[in-house]
């Protein structure tokens, strides 16, 4: 039997911040100043508010700051409500081979760990880093052939608790026997299922996962055990999770290539492989020739992996809208625009764009790249507008520029925060690495 589960913790213990690359601390800080943004957006999302409500009256040691209210929580029910808002808009992040959104699970257990002692910039950037990569590659033992999965099994709430609890374990110098039992302890909390997407479990199981793996850490750090082969093991994580695990992946490379290099921050606030959709659609909107008002018909040619994620023309609420590529595309060319409002009750509901998603038509194409689409629409006239994108904004060939990711920051920080409030805070985030204590980030992150 190989040693999976014990390679993976001397990695996470043994990592100190002079390996990580130049390349990979600067994804570390753009990934975590998104994760703050969307955390700001997501706040006041009903989701999140609910499950706010739900825990207030029950929360104890009421110490821990949240991102975008002015209440305090205790450090775990703080940790569900941070990881659940940064996720709640769907505008998070997302590691393209596995479709796995990590960024908010890791990084909310540090914050809340941050107003526990003094923690620096640096070695917050690291932890967070660890506990990505980590997550990540549990994400690809189960999905990236040749593993072979069950397709209803939800990554984000799968793979980070482990990721959550390794960045914990690092951050707060773990050796490898209490690494390795933090990773044990999370394991057995992975959970989660694609059938609640279009519904607010969509966002509070990741927020789960994130708390599960921040108490696991928690454990270990008391000596808890858990078993020494948790991954591998004949009835461990592996067999549990995939008829056909490859854990290779989990340690192939480990240190020297850094799969959290491929979490690409989302530019739109849905499903990720509708992206490229609307960066067809969007094009089209803006062409001064353009009226939505005067479309035909809309064909959209997509690679099959977006119908079978997002085939959902009717879309009765706006949780649903999130993973519906009928309600993004029609929205989009009718108003010109594809953020946060697009995506409301408001939105969903109006008549110009439920008379745009019902003239929409899907052709699956596997000549279509998974991170491309081309999309065709007819006007009354006869005028056709035609575009294809191959690889859309946010994929690995068009990474999102520091000049959008500040843009998407700061729309989603005016939610809860000043003008002035938010662009502190933007700045904030960008200078992680030089931070002596990263609690200001906290600090400035009240309304």
Not at 82 to 91: E, K, P, W, Y
Not at 119 to 130: E, H, M
Not at 314 to 333: C, I, K, R, T, Y
Not at 425 to 437: N, T, V
């Amino acid at each position: 039997m190989t040693q999976t589960t014990k390679e993976l913790a001397k990695f996470v213990a043994s990592t100190k911040a002079d390996d990580l690359p130049a390349n990979v601390r600067l994804d570390a800080t753009r990934q975590f100043h998104n994760f703050v943004g969307c955390t700001l957006g997501g706040m006041t999302h009903d989701a999140t508010v609910r499950t706010f409500k739900t825990v207030l009256p029950f929360t104890g040691g009421a110490k821990t700051s949240l991102i975008g209210r002015k209440e305090k929580l205790s450090a775990p029910d703080a940790v569900l409500i941070n990881a659940q808002a940064s996720a709640a808009h769907a505008f998070d992040d997302t590691h393209l081979s596995t479709v796995l959104h990590p960024a908010g699970p890791i990084a909310a257990p540090l914050m809340a760990e941050a107003e526990r002692q003094i923690i620096s910039g640096q070695n917050l950037q690291l932890a967070f880093t660890i506990g990505v990569e980590v997550a990540c590659r549990i994400a690809m033992a189960l999905t990236v052939p040749p593993a072979e999965t069950q397709v209803g099994w939800y990554m984000s709430s799968v793979a980070t608790p482990m990721g959550a609890a390794a960045a914990l374990a690092n951050l707060l110098k773990f050796n490898e026997e209490q690494t390795l039992h933090a990773l044990g302890l999370a394991a057995n909390a992975a959970m989660g299922f694609r059938e609640t997407h279009g519904s607010m479990c969509t966002s509070l199981l990741p927020a789960q996962a994130s708390r599960a793996g921040y108490m696991a850490a928690l454990l270990a750090a008391e000596g808890v055990t858990a078993t020494s082969a948790s991954l591998e093991g004949p009835k461990g994580f592996g067999q549990v999770f995939a008829p056909k695990a490859h854990l290779e992946h989990v340690t192939a490379e480990l240190g020297t290539r850094w799969e959290m290099r491929d979490n690409m921050p989302k530019p739109y606030p849905c499903g990720i492989v509708i992206h490229p959709i609307l960066d067809a659609c969007l094009d089209i909107s803006n062409d001064p020739t353009f009226t939505a008002v005067e479309i035909d018909n809309i064909l959209l040619r997509l690679n099959p992996l977006c119908l079978t994620l997002t085939d959902r023309p009717e879309p009765p609420d706006a949780q649903l809208a999130q993973v519906s590529l009928q309600h993004w595309s029609a929205v989009a060319l009718v108003r010109k625009a594809a953020g946060i409002g697009e995506g409301s009750t408001e939105a969903v509901s109006n008549p110009e764009v439920i008379a745009a998603r019902r003239k929409i038509q899907v052709q699956p194409d596997n000549a279509v790249n998974r991170d491309g689409a081309d999309v065709t629409i007819k006007m009354v006239n006869g005028k056709t507008y035609h575009r294809r994108i191959e690889h859309g904004i946010g994929s690995l060939k068009q990474p999102m520029s520091n000049d959008a990711l500040e843009s998407k920051f700061i729309n989603q920080a005016k939610l809860v925060l000043s003008d002035q409030k938010s662009q502190n805070l933007s700045d904030l985030c960008w200078q992680l690495e030089d931070l002596d204590d990263v609690a200001v980030i906290m600090q400035n992150a009240q309304p």
